[in-house]
């Protein structure tokens, strides 16, 4: 199956710094990434669609001067969250779309990145 | 706007019992419907899907059927082994073409031999 990376898997920062997530589809290549923000025992809450070439598109309450998205390459798109402060501690995970026959497109997913702030 | 509320966990199961997550969702228009599972430790694998009413999603013995009437979409497996131990999300993709996935909030499964 496609394989998609996140590094790093894990990140503790200070508050008030700036911290970098990247997501990379391995073997294939996606125009469109998407970001999305796990709470403990919630579901995955959609952050933003990323787009190859062209600026993301953020769901409904995501600032978006906050979470920057970066799709610089077919495959490589990067989360930065800026200023992070303690409640931004959260599990990030990307996906990136595999384009299939037929309107078969697939999202696959990353493992996921563990920001915690202090 | 679109959800999907699937049975809350833990379930912990014995070796060979019969699973059943249940999944409802609510949404407009006619949406795909999928099952994710997530390993310990690694991102969210695709299950199964069902893009119609009536279409039943099968794989790995685990199973699910689109039921419009019903709302439901709920997962189904004979015999679960230990290797199932896993959290399953339930997600359905709204009408469109913006791929755009709405989660539940998963189910831990335990499977003791």
């Known amino acids: 199956g496609a394989v998609v990376s996140q590094h790093p898997s894990r990140v503790i920062c200070k508050s008030g710094t700036s911290v970098k997530i990247e997501c990379r589809s391995l073997d294939f290549q996606a125009t469109t990434m998407f970001w999305y923000r796990q709470f403990p025992k919630q579901s995955l809450m959609l952050m933003a669609t990323s787009n190859e070439g062209s600026k993301a598109t953020y769901e409904q309450g995501v600032e978006k001067d906050k979470f920057l998205i970066n799709h610089a390459s077919l495959t490589l798109s990067t989360l930065t969250v800026t200023s992070a402060h303690p409640e931004d501690s959260s599990f990030y995970i990307c996906?990136?779309?595999?384009?299939?026959?037929?309107?078969?497109?697939?999202?696959?997913f990353g493992p996921g990145t563990r920001l915690t702030v202090l | 706007g679109d959800s999907v509320t699937q049975m809350e966990g833990p379930v912990t199961l014995s070796e060979e019992a019969f699973l059943t997550i249940n999944c409802t969702y609510t949404?407009?228009?006619?949406?795909?419907l999928f099952w994710y599972v997530q390993y310990p430790g690694e991102g969210l694998q695709l299950l199964l899907k069902?893009?119609?009413?009536?279409d039943k999603g099968s794989n790995k013995g685990f199973e699910a059927t689109y039921r419009k009437e019903t709302t439901s979409f709920h997962l189904e497996k004979g015999s679960v082994q230990v290797s199932d131990s896993a959290v399953y999300f339930c997600a359905l993709e709204g009408g469109g073409s913006n791929y755009k996935l709405t989660f539940g909030k998963g189910t831990l499964l335990t499977v003791n031999p």
């Open positions: 069902a893009t119609k009413a009536d």
């Open positions: 949404a407009t228009g006619y949406p795909s």
């Open positions: 996906s990136a779309l595999r384009p299939g026959p037929s309107s078969t497109d697939t999202q696959y």
